[in-house]
């Protein structure tokens, strides 16, 4: 997956303007994010590479996931389901968001679900492409 | 007593009331935290908010939380910065917590506009017209009067400002629990409301933003600066107890919306036929027609509002709006369709709600003619 996100960075640098949601601040990519103040999605190294950051990968993780429900379903809406640890709880929403209002088909849920393997206990929380997508104003 | 005064607060329900309560003792944790209270805090938040957004038919990205409709109003006018080249426009009539922070814009070197109104509290969509310039940064007209009922007509005004490309702000924390479903078909930019008009918890409101203004706006800029809540537009760690009661607050509001605010009309109409019946000399300050329908403005000549008050002290009602009763001048809105400051001071203000009743209404409006006619007996 870090490969894949690099590559996506590779060709982002290339063409800043194929994403938009995305910008260059130093040696920063931000993502331009509704739920977090700052969100980094990646770092350009001394060669001028990118260097993918977890939002971005847990982003392209879910476009992957997501690419291989549409292929083994048809149905017009998507659940994933997403089974994490407490202590990542921001990276992985930070990719939820990267990925809701980035690449979202549309009709898109990811439900993370914060599991405690010890006690067994769990938070889920619902995110869809409804509510994080980007709709043209 | 009877309370007559829905327009300064309305009482929080019950239901509401048990789920801050045990909202406050079940989500304790802090919402921000990386741990499973913290993570129960954050969805309790989260689904308070997409409960909030459905119900609106707006965005979870649109709908930031405040500490209430004052916050709101200031956060909306801070987005503007002050300078000659940033002009905003206003009303006559606003609430305080909008005109005082139009007026701070213009210590600070703004450049502001003070639309008058009408003789009912209308303004006119010509004069917003005329007062827009090229750098109209913000126009915000109030959705409806929270002192004579006014429902002033959002749709023109916004069809002017929309032309001159202007973001148009409302002040809906009176018109949000009967006079606005979706608020994405309400013809603002920029809305503010809050939860106590709703018999929800006090200290809680919101800003909705669109997105369209967001989009144009590149961003949202955030009247406070600390954490990371609301996307750090609007930091500090949320009142968890008050958004889930707010929320809570909203969809039982939504649930009897239609019935209510024929129900309360018909109270209105009730106290006024009573009161006019015995004094035939009264006047509203209301308008008849496009007036929030629980808020009745009248004007008994010759009486002073406040003496009238005391003299019945089991109704509860008020001169001008709670808000600047403390500061002993004449309400502002009045003054601003062309009272005097004597027909102002004769001048009561009675909100009807959820819980009054009919026989309230009556026994309220014959206490209060009684009174009326001893005070002109006297
Ligand atoms: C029209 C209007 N705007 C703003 C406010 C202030 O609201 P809050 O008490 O939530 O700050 C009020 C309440 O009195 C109001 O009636």
Known sequence: MRNRSARFLKRWLKDMDSDESLRLEGTE???DSDLYPKVIAGAVNEAGAGIPRCPLIVSEYLDLSFKRLSASRQRSSRVVFDFNRVADKDKVIKGTEMYLARKSQGQEAVVQVFFDAKTHDFVSIPYSSEDLGRRAA | MIYLDYQATTPLDDEVADLVDSAGRRFWANPSSPHMAGMRSQE??????RKMVRLLGCRPRELFFTSGATEANNWAISMVKASQEHHIITTAIEHKSMLDACRAFQRGGGDLTVLPVDNKGFVNPTEVKRAIKPTTRLVSVMAANNEIGSVQPITDIASVTGEAGAPLHSDATQAIGYLIE???????????FSSHKLYGPKGIGALYISDKFQTSNKG???LLHGGGQEGGKRPGTQNLPAIVGFAK???LSRAALTDERSR??????MFLDLLLSHHPDIMTNSPQELCLPNCLNIRIPGLDAGELMSAVPHVAISAGSACNSNDQQPSHVLMAIGLSAAEARSSLRIGFGRTTTPEETRDA????????SLMKAS
């Not at chain 2, 309360?264 to 109409?269: A, G, H, T």
């Open chain 2, 44 to 49: 309790a938040i989260e689904g308070a908010r």
């Open chain 2, 220 to 222: 949202v800029p955030s």
């Open chain 2, 249 to 251: 607050a909203l969809e």
């Open chain 2, 365 to 372: 409006a014959l206490a209060i003619s009684a009174a009326v």
């Open chain 2, 182 to 192: 979706d608020i994405t078909q309400y013809p603002a930019d920029l809305v503010s």
């Open chain 2, 264 to 269: 309360v009309k018909q109270l209105k109409s």
């Open chain 1, 29 to 31: 990519i931000l993502f």
